[in-house]
């Protein structure tokens, strides 16, 4: 599976200014990362977490978010939460899906049930209940912009790993399928075809890492994770690239790839 490398970052975030952008797994050194950079570029960030307290000790630095608590496993939460943000802000313009998680170990016969539900909730489940509770005001919107997080377990799984790689590749294809539905609504539509202004991306990483995690392993080498800056800069440029040429692309965020 080719994968894209990702582009410098941009000087100019022209579209995100004024943007309504919710960022699914907020309460996470990366949610936080990507919530203060949309902020500091003009947009309207609706961070979503399970846990009020995680996302207020977390958050607390923003300005203007709207911090908001919801089960994203649950269809009916998230589909309450969708008419909600149509309603305070006429729809949200960006999806930044960041909710996942690690299991596995012990070969592919201790890939337990347990380990697999957690994955499958935590990486399938949540991005299939906000992308379709979300999908019709991403495709409304004038910039929709939509981004997973994936991994290069997804190009070479292994054994240990192999529900991990299983779900991110279908969370992948997800994201896919989402492109193929903006593109065919919008540029490739038969009839009054208009030009695209919707797209879905994934944006691949080895693994991620923080300024914590840097001071509490200090010996250990992090040169192949991806900084949640870097992840951060590269969402808020999502908004400054042209949808058509964006659209269904899976861009790395490995450094030196």
């Known amino acids: 599976m080719s994968t894209e490398p990702a582009a410098g970052p941009s000087t100019e975030s022209l579209t995100v200014r004024g943007r309504t952008v919710l960022v699914a797994g907020a309460g996470s050194p990366s949610g936080a990362a990507v919530c203060k950079a949309l902020e500091a570029a003009g947009a309207k960030v609706v961070a979503v ?3 009020a307290a995680r996302l207020e000790n977390t958050l607390f630095s923003l ?3 709207d911090l908001r608590t919801c089960d994203l496993s649950d269809p009916e939460e998230v589909s309450a939460l969708a008419s909600d943000l149509q309603e305070t802000y006429g729809g949200i313009d960006g999806l930044i899906h960041l909710v996942g998680g690690w299991r ?7 890939q337990s049930d347990d380990d697999w539900d957690f ?3 935590n990486i399938l489940r949540t991005l299939r209940n906000v992308s379709r509770s979300f999908y019709d005001q991403l495709a409304a919107s004038d910039d929709g912009r939509l981004a997973i997080v994936s991994s290069t377990a997804v190009d070479s799984p292994t054994a240990g790993g192999a529900g991990y790689a299983a779900a991110k590749a279908g969370a992948e294809a997800w994201v896919q399928a989402i492109a193929q539905g903006f593109r065919r609504a919008q ?4 009839e009054n075809p208009q030009p695209q ?9 080895k693994a991620l890492v923080d300024d914590a995690m840097r001071t509490a ?3 250990r080498n992090f040169s192949t994770y991806t900084d949640v800056q870097a992840l951060a800069d ?3 440029g999502l908004f400054s690239e042209d949808a058509a040429q964006l659209n269904g692309r899976r861009i790395s965020l490995v450094p030196g790839a």
Do not use: W
Not at 197 to 205: D, K, M, P, R, T
């Open 119 to 121: 994955l499958e909730t």
């Open 63 to 65: 300005f203007d978010a």
């Open 217 to 219: 392993e200090p010996d």
């Open 104 to 110: 596995g170990g012990g070969g592919i016969t201790g």
């Open 234 to 236: 590269a969402v808020v």
């Open 197 to 205: 202004h919707s797209a879905a991306v994934v944006l691949v990483v």
């Open 187 to 190: 540029s490739g539509a038969k």
């Open 49 to 51: 977490g399970r846990d």
